[in-house]
């Protein structure tokens, strides 16, 4: 679990980062309207997800090893549990 939120985080501020360096860069002097935020918005989401790629992959890869030791824990639970139905 704490993987998880650690990724979303980094991911969260990552975000927020881009964002606010491309507002500084150059879209605080457009007008700041709907339009705007927007578009700025959606330029961050695309150049944030790009960067996670290559800036967040250990954490990824930390909860993606994660997920699968307890996806087999949960297997693992599910065939002993199999078994015991089929020895009664």
Do not use: Q
């Not at 990552?14 to 700041?32: K, N, S």
């Not at 087999?72 to 139905?85: G, I, P, Q, V």
């Amino acid at each position: 679990m704490r993987a998880l939120i650690m990724y979303t985080v980094a991911r969260v501020w990552l975000f927020l980062l881009t964002f606010g360096l491309l507002w500084v860069l150059g879209a605080r002097w457009l007008a700041w309207d709907g339009t705007t935020v927007l578009g700025l918005a959606l330029a961050s989401l695309v150049l944030s997800a790009l960067a996670s790629l290559w800036l967040l992959r250990g954490m990824r890869a930390e909860l993606a090893a994660h997920v699968e030791a307890r996806a087999r824990r949960a297997r693992d639970a599910l065939d002993a549990s199999r078994r015991a139905e089929d020895t009664e």
